[in-house]
Nanobody, 123 residues
């Protein structure tokens, strides 16, 4: 599967952005998809994951209540709605996929990666 992330940009603190991850491949519905982020000088870390089963999601504590991950299998898309953005959310955001019924949460668990999309939140 090939992934392409988009939707990043520059926003003020408190505002919202929606990231999109477009996927190719006929069996997209069998993939768990995650969003990761990497700030300058920091390691890439999990933001959220959505499993192949409706309702199975995982969120990092730092984004719970502010970010929502969703998917549209018919369009082969995964979205990350980011509300109440903070300057510490500034990072390069990546989407990743794994053919699994689980909801993976570690970088090593994912097999396919898209390029990053930059999110900058100004104070």
């Amino acid at each position: 599967v090939q992934l392409q992330a988009s939707g990043g940009g520059l926003v003020q603190s408190g505002n919202s952005l929606r990231l999109s991850c477009a996927a190719s491949g006929r069996t997209f519905s069998s993939y768990a998809v995650g969003w990761f982020r990497q700030a300058p000088g920091k390691e890439r870390s999990i933001v959220a994951t959505i499993g192949r089963t409706v309702g199975t999601t995982y969120y990092a504590d730092s984004v719970k209540g502010r970010f929502t991950i969703s998917r549209d299998n018919a369009k082969r898309m995964v979205y990350l709605q980011m509300n109440s953005l903070k300057p510490e959310d500034t990072a390069l955001y990546y989407c990743a996929a794994k053919d699994s019924w689980r909801v993976p949460t570690t970088r090593q668990a994912f097999d396919y990666w898209g390029q990053g999309t930059l999110v900058t939140v100004s104070s």
